[in-house]
Nanobody
Framework: QVQLVESGGGLVQPGGSLRLSCAAS????????MAWYRQAPGQEREWVAH???????VYRASVEGRFTLSRVNAKNTVNFELNSLKFEETAVYYC???????????????WGQGIQVIVSS
């Protein structure tokens, strides 16, 4: 069974920065992708960014150039740098991982519990 442990987040002023981290553990046979989503109050959960096994990153247009997603070399761990944060980006941020568990297992999605990011002066 895969577990995702998120860290970082908290309160930051508009224009400030935060670093989120997500570490996946368990019998992970193949890494397909890891991603971040966010859900603002009263809104649907939306995709923000993801990274594939070969290191390719894709970002939501509204965060392109401000957020950076990277993978730790020898671990199923990602760091997510959030720069120049805006008030409207206040949300619960969720880590997602798509892995196969055990040799020959099918790919499946796993979720962290979510961490709060509050952008406020």
């Amino acid at each position: 069974q895969v577990q995702l442990v998120e860290s970082g987040g908290g309160l930051v002023q508009p224009g400030g920065s935060l670093r989120l981290s997500c570490a996946a553990s368990g019998n992970i046979f193949r890494f397909y992708t890891m991603a971040w989503y966010r859900q603002a109050p009263g809104q649907e959960r939306e995709w923000v960014a993801h990274i594939t096994g070969d290191g390719t990153t894709v970002y939501r247009a509204s965060v392109e150039g401000r957020f950076t997603l990277s993978r730790v070399n020898a671990k199923n761990t990602v760091n997510f740098e959030l720069n120049s944060l805006k008030f409207e980006e206040t949300a619960v941020y969720y880590c997602n991982g798509r892995f196969s568990v055990g040799e020959g297992g099918p790919p499946s999605d796993y979720w962290g519990q979510g961490i709060q990011v509050i952008v406020s002066s």
